[in-house]
C-alpha cells in the first residue's frame, strides 16, 4: 500500500493517521477491499485576516477637550469671580 492510502478501516478507527497523511499529501486515496475506491482531499486554507489594530489612546487624545491657553485660564477665572 503507498504511503498516501489508507483503508475504510483505517479510516473509521483511526482517524487521526489518514488526517496527517492528507496534511502530508494533499490528498488520500481509500481503498475498500484493496481496490481504490475514495480520494479525500484537503482544501486550500484561507488567508488569515490581519486583526484591526486599534490606537485607543489616539482616539482618546482626539476626543478629549484641548487644554485652555493660559490667557484663557485668566479670562475664564476672571468671569468666574465676577
Same mark, same amino acid.
Given at each position: 500500500?503507498? /504511503?498516501? /492510502?489508507?483503508?475504510?478501516?483505517?479510516?473509521? !478507527? *483511526?482517524?487521526?493517521? =489518514?488526517?496527517?497523511?492528507?496534511?502530508?499529501?494533499?490528498? =488520500? !486515496?481509500? !481503498? *475498500?477491499?484493496?481496490?481504490?475506491?475514495? =480520494?479525500?482531499?484537503? @482544501?486550500?486554507?484561507?488567508?488569515?485576516?490581519? /486583526?484591526?489594530?486599534? *490606537?485607543?489612546? &489616539?482616539? @482618546? @487624545?482626539?476626543?478629549?477637550?484641548? /487644554? @485652555?491657553? &493660559?490667557?484663557? !485660564?485668566?479670562?475664564?477665572?476672571?468671569?468666574?469671580?465676577?
Amino acid at each position: 500500500m503507498s /504511503a498516501n /492510502a489508507a483503508t475504510i478501516r483505517e479510516l473509521r !478507527t *483511526d482517524f487521526r493517521s =489518514v488526517k496527517r497523511k492528507i496534511e502530508e499529501h494533499g490528498e =488520500v !486515496t481509500i !481503498t *475498500d477491499h484493496g481496490e481504490p475506491a475514495y =480520494v479525500i482531499k484537503s @482544501l486550500p486554507r484561507p488567508a488569515k485576516r490581519t /486583526a484591526l489594530v486599534r *490606537d485607543y489612546y &489616539a482616539r @482618546l @487624545l482626539e476626543r478629549q477637550p484641548k /487644554a @485652555l491657553s &493660559a490667557e484663557e !485660564t485668566r479670562l475664564f477665572w476672571e468671569e468666574e469671580r465676577r
